[in-house]
């Protein structure tokens, strides 16, 4: 019983996490001209804030170690929650860059630790679902800022809104800060069985070899950091500029591109909600190859001249592909590489999924800018076919070392 309410914990900070990831894209063509910003300036914002989570993601292991996930969690929100109140302030473009550092490493720290403890001691149906509250905090993000700029176009009352429930779950983690030793101290591993039987088909040497080596040196690893980074290059690119494409090309109103952006991480949510039951019955690497086909054909469906319903339908579809990719990949860590270098190497895949966060969207933001926004749907079919590839050829590493099938 405790063991699941500690579970639903993890769940809250995950919705925590969740809830400021969407709300720059959907604010910023209301944030641009109040603040006399640049177009691409939104994202040398979000290269900030990833760019702190990055570096809290890379010491996140040490700082778990030293004063425990609960404290780490807790802090972490509580910072998100002060950068949140932050932004509904700030006078210009200055204190926004600012105030993105400590939202990026408010986020950061604890999203490794924990993406590790459930890899190693839940079934992979908890690792999905665990990532379907981030995306019930991503979906209601854009909700209450469309909400907020629908009425008199106050992108600030949303930052503000957003900030409270922040501060709400900093409570609530406050509260129950003592359950988390509690639970260290009574809750043992669930055993490698419970992740996945290609575990053992590590021995007992090849770990130890792992274990003292370089991680970078085991087989897959490196192309694996390569699907990541192109994972969340689709993934943010969207959150990012897809308001501003549906305004720029399909001349949407504000609030009705909120909608929408909001729909797509809604699609994200639902996709892995559901996945979490269908891996119960199919496992992770045809989970993911199968969701990278549908993201393909959603971003198809954006760049085709289609009915505009049709080709809005396009960025649901793309969240419903991306939704067990992330999830899957990183429940597989364990069983692709080994327990003994699974923390390792998970910080790895979280900091150059953070990589990815902080290069490709503003990196399209200047190739937009200096050309067209049009080019969006192009880009993100790109980046979701060099994710593929990548994705194919791990898969190929993998079957050939025989600790892969598919």
């Known amino acids: 019983m405790v063991v699941t309410f500690f579970l639903l914990i993890i769940y809250l900070a995950f919705i925590s996490l969740g809830l400021p990831d969407s709300l720059l894209g959907v604010a910023w063509p209301a944030m641009q001209p109040d603040i006399g910003a640049a177009f691409e300036s939104a994202g040398l914002l979000s ?70 403890y459930v890899a190693n001691h839940y079934k992979a ?6 990532h379907c509250f981030w995306g019930v905090g991503a979906t209601l993000g854009p909700i209450i800022m469309s909400y907020s700029m629908g ?32 639970v260290a101290s009574q809750h043992q591993p ?14 007992r040497g090849e770990a130890m ?19 990541f980074l192109f994972y969340c290059g689709v993934e943010m690119t969207v959150g990012l500029w897809g308001a501003s494409f549906l305004v720029g090309t399909r001349g949407l109103p504000l609030e009705t591109a909120a909608v929408w952006v909001s729909m797509y ?23 993911i190859r199968a969701g990278q086909v549908t993201a393909i054909a959603g971003a198809v469906l954006l760049l085709l001249p289609l009915h505009p319903n049709l080709s809005l339908i396009g960025l649901i579809v793309i969240g419903l592909g991306l939704a067990p990719i992330f999830p899957c990949m990183l429940h597989e860590t364990p ?21 990815g966060t902080t290069i490709l969207p503003p990196l399209f933001g200047l190739v937009a800018a200096q050309i067209s926004i049009g080019l969006f749907p192009v880009v993100i079919l790109l980046f979701a076919l060099i994710m593929m590839l990548s994705s194919e050829k791990v898969n190929r590493i993998l079957y050939k070392s025989g600790k892969s099938t598919v």
């Open 151 to 182: 009425a008199d176009n106050a992108w600030r009352d949303g930052y503000y809104t957003v900030s409270i429930l922040q501060f709400v779950l900093v409570f609530i983690l406050l509260l129950t800060l003592p359950l988390w030793k509690i």
């Open 125 to 130: 149906h908890h690792m999905s679902w665990l």
């Open 265 to 287: 991480y809604g699609g994200i949510t639902v996709g892995r909600f559901i996945t979490g039951f269908v891996t119960l019955k199919i496992n992770n690497l045809i989970l």
């Open 47 to 116: 290269m900030m804030v990833t760019g702190g989570t990055i570096v809290s993601s890379l010491v996140s292991g040490s700082l778990i170690e030293r004063f425990g996930t609960g404290i780490v969690t807790l802090i972490s929100c509580l910072m998100t929650a002060s950068a949140l109140l932050g932004f509904s302030f700030a006078p210009s473009l200055f204190w926004l860059i600012l105030l993105a550092i400590p939202l990026g490493l408010g986020a950061g720290a604890v999203d490794a630790g924990l993406n590790n």
């Open 335 to 355: 069983a692709r590489f080994g327990r003994a270098q699974s923390s390792r190497i998970m910080g790895y895949q979280m900091a150059v999924a953070y990589t």
């Open 209 to 227: 070899v792992q274990k003292r080596g370089n991680p970078l040196q085991i087989k897959g690893v490196k192309v694996t950091l390569l699907v």
């Open 190 to 203: 669930q055993g490698i069985q419970d992740v996945h039987t290609e575990t053992d088909s590590v021995s």
